[in-house]
């Protein structure tokens, strides 16, 4: 499992392979509630190369069925991509993401 330290306020970033990224304090919750660093994995493979360009984008993680399917589009509310991972079943839902300035964070924290 990565370390993650706390900085700046409600600001995390990440250790390992994740270093270059950077997730705030409700994420780092959620992760740890869910046990899914794997998401993590996912936002470094596939978030990361879209920053060159995207400057914002939106992450909708709708889970059931032991899988979670991810449907990213731009701050204009195009399609960008769409990805699947394995999920726990007893973390079905939906969640919504924002992905700025190397930054991961809930919906409710923008």
Not at 5 to 25: E, F, K, M, N
């Amino acid at each position: 499992m990565n370390h993650i330290a706390p900085q700046c306020q409600d600001l995390w970033y990440v250790d390992g392979s994740h270093s270059s990224i950077r997730i705030t304090a409700g994420v780092k919750g959620f992760i740890e509630a869910v046990g899914q660093n794997e998401l993590l994995d996912w936002v470094v493979s596939v978030l990361l190369p879209l920053s060159n360009y995207y400057p914002f984008l939106r992450i909708e993680l709708n889970s059931g069925a032991r899988q979670a399917l991810l449907s990213v589009t731009d701050g204009n509310g195009n399609w960008v991509t769409e990805d699947s991972l394995s999920w726990p079943d007893q973390h079905d839902g939906r969640w919504i993401f924002y992905w700025t300035d190397r930054v991961l964070l809930l919906s409710a924290e923008y």
